[in-house]
């Protein structure tokens, strides 16, 4: 039995995106920049990419620009913000970031900015009114989340950016786990910088975009030959930009028929937990989700052991976020929404994906009671 249900960490590639990228990777090899034949074909991939991905979002494709993932992304928005006016020392950010937005927020902190970090409800939300509170004439960026990684619980994108544009602030959205998940549209939405990871939404590892809006400062993170217009040099992962242009516009085709199949699945997961299962906690319950996410912790259990029982029996499912993932603390987001500690420790985050089917949903709860007695029991596993 073979059954992933940690989507939020990395999804697995669409045959029709490695079937996009196969050309790239045999014929059309060439180097976009080149003036030759080859060029112009790897060129002309780069370019229809960049089309798709615009589609998805509904911006103007001048205004994306090809990263190699959504770290990336996220420090050339701050970067460039902060580049723009170094006068102003002052950023917001929430306590629930990604570490690709706390650690370059952490960097800036120790070169003289202070930092911001806005605090969440006990279920994941964030206070609006606090958020324009904290805004000072002094702010240079609100760095902000779309959805959380690890509970999904998804933020009113359109209302933050309303209260940036009022307060004249730049306002920069880490929507990695939003893509392809949510209907976004950029010609509408007010948000300078917008950030986007191929892996999210079966496309390859390795490569994402940053939206600029038109009015939106940018500030190259690295010099060179001048690929994307000077904003970011190296020569580009073509096969990788291919994938997620293709990747894109897969998700664009599937987004509302994805938000009513999978939100079913994790729905039957959540209820027969609380069927079967006592002292289990739903964390962000009470916001809006992501239609793929299930955050749940047990009392009295262990993550690690039931993620490593689990395992064994070919089921993938995480704590947090991937990149903490051989990381024993808690979660800065649990601790950060104040999760009683006897649950703390007994976290399981399932993470859904439009490839997820109810036959694997019902492999995977019919062996979850028994394993979460076995955890509480202390058995070895």
């Known amino acids: 039995m073979k059954i992933y249900f940690d989507n939020n960490a990395t999804t697995p590639v669409d045959q029709a995106v490695k079937v996009a990228m196969l050309p790239y990777l045999e014929d ?19 370019e229809a990419a960049r089309e798709q991905v615009a589609g998805l979002l509904h911006c103007h494709p001048k205004r994306l620009i090809f990263t190699s993932g959504g770290s990336e992304s996220n420090n050339l928005a701050i970067y460039s913000a902060v580049s723009a006016y170094p006068d102003k020392k002052h950023i917001i950010a929430s306590q629930v970031e990604h570490a690709s937005v706390l ?15 806005l605090p969440v409800s006990r279920h994941g939300g964030l206070d609006l ?35 940036c544009k009022e307060k004249r602030v730049l306002f920069h959205c880490d929507a990695v786990q939003l893509i392809g998940k949510m209907v976004l549209d950029l010609s509408d939405l007010p948000v300078d910088y917008l950030s986007v990871a191929g892996h999210k939404l079966h496309g390859p590892k390795g490569v994402g975009a940053l939206y600029g809006k038109r009015t939106a400062p940018i500030t190259p993170l690295i010099l060179g030959a001048g690929q994307e217009n000077g904003l970011r040099a190296g020569t580009e992962n073509v096969q990788g930009i291919v994938g997620l242009g293709k990747a ?27 069927d079967t299962i ?38 993938a499912v995480s704590a947090h976020s991937a990149c903490q993932s051989g990381d024993l603390d808690p979660s800065h987001v649990l601790l950060a929404m ?39 029991l202390g058995l070895a596993v």
Not at 130 to 139: F, G, K
Not at 248 to 274: F, M, N
């Open 28 to 46: 059309r090899f060439g180097n976009p920049s080149s003036g030759h034949r080859f060029g112009e074909a790897a060129r002309n991939g780069v």
């Open 103 to 117: 650690l370059p927020l952490q960097y800036l902190a120790n070169k003289g900015y202070e930092i911001e970090l």
């Open 129 to 163: 009114d606090v958020l324009a509170a904290a805004i000072r004439p002094d702010t240079v960026l609100v760095s902000l989340m779309g959805a959380n990684n690890e509970t999904g619980v998804v933020w009113p994108v359109e209302a933050i950016g309303g209260i």
């Open 248 to 274: 894109c516009e897969l998700a664009g085709q599937a987004v509302v028929e994805y938000g009513q199949k999978i939100s079913q699945l994790r729905d039957h997961i959540e209820r027969t937990i609380y």
């Open 278 to 315: 006592q002292d289990a906690m739903i964390n962000g319950q009470d916001q809006a989700r992501l239609a793929n996410t299930l955050n749940i912790s047990f009392r009295n259990c262990s993550s690690a052991a039931m993620i490593q029982e689990l395992d064994e029996k070919g089921i």
């Open 338 to 376: 104040k999760i009683p500690e006897e649950y703390l420790h007994g976290t399981l985050r399932i993470s859904l994906s439009r490839m997820s089917t109810m036959d694997e949903v019902e492999s995977f709860i019919s062996i979850l009671p028994k394993l979460v007695k076995k955890s509480r």
